[in-house]
């Protein structure tokens, strides 16, 4: 079930946004504040009607990369909630049939996913992105889910910088809400499992995080080579 986050001050504007949608099987959740986004763990589309929706424009887009509609303000704010990552705007006196067909649209458009890689390697890092498998100098990782995809993500873009929002979206999806410190926590995880590894999460201030491969750690071959010796050998097959 596809889920609508409407952000409005008076509560009406919900029924007939589901009246004009047309669309079985959405569900339509009102809030009068911003922060009310919070409390969805997930949204296929954010709507914000206001006379002021710069402010709140910017707010979302730091919780989350879900589509989002804006319907208020003058068009030289449109224009600034535009830059700051909304999808669509219209102008407060815009029809509801209007506001619900540009909806209905922005709900067609495939989620923004990042591709996937297969294999990535990085130093002594193998990561299967198809069989969610992790290994590290020929030893595996037990990484829980949201661990193996900050990993996947940061490796997939070694030594470069990555925002906390870019994070959520390629890791957590674009449909995710949430805070973006919630990257740091799940960062913090990872790196005592990364410790001693020859990889690093460096920590870019006022950005969000990179991960540089420093020099193999010293005991790298004894660790690939128990990790070879404890597997066992394929039995022979007659042919």
Sequence with gaps: ?????????FP????EVRRELGLPGVRV???RLWTGVLR???????VIFGPDPMDVAALIRRVTASPLLVVGGSPAEGASCLDLG?????????????VTAQLRSLLRQEPRRAPDLGVIEAGGLRLDT??????LWGQELGLAPREFELLRVLAA?????LSRGQILAAGWGPTFVGEPKTVDVHVAWLRQKLEGSGLRVTTIRGIGYRLDLLRAPADAGDLAGSAAASASPEPSRAS
């Design 29 to 31: 959740a009102w809030h």
């Design 86 to 98: 909304a999808d669509a705007w219209l102008p407060a006196e815009a029809p509801m049939r209007l």
């Design 1 to 9: 079930m596809k889920r609508i986050v409407l952000l409005a001050p």
């Design 40 to 46: 969805e763990h997930a949204a296929d589309a954010v």
């Design 130 to 135: 198809q069989a969610r498998r992790a290994h």
């Design 12 to 15: 009406h504007i919900q029924l």
């Design 157 to 161: 873009h070694l030594g470069q910088a």
